[in-house]
């Protein structure tokens, strides 16, 4: 079972509706990728390159994409 199925019953299993799952699933997951970046990085994130991530994240880059532009 991949994450977002995961969160997905877990979510459902908490009592919330198709709707609160639908519209808060892709802001989880960006969270959830975000904290995959700052661990294939290795250490704290300045306030910078969040933003970089967040902007990055919300254009569709995956998580081995961004860590190599932050690497350069």
Do not use: C, F, T, W
Not at 47 to 71: C, P
Request: aromatic share 2%; hydrophobic share 45%; charged share 30%.
């Amino acid at each position: 079972m991949d994450a977002e199925s995961l969160l997905h019953a877990a979510l459902r299993e908490a009592g919330y509706g198709p709707d609160a799952i639908g519209s808060a699933m892709p802001r989880i997951l960006r969270i959830l990728q975000a904290e995959d970046v700052r661990i294939e990085m290795g250490r704290a994130l300045s306030r910078k390159e969040r933003e970089y991530v967040r902007l990055q994240l919300e254009l569709g880059l995956n998580v081995s994409e961004i860590v190599a532009g932050l690497r350069r």
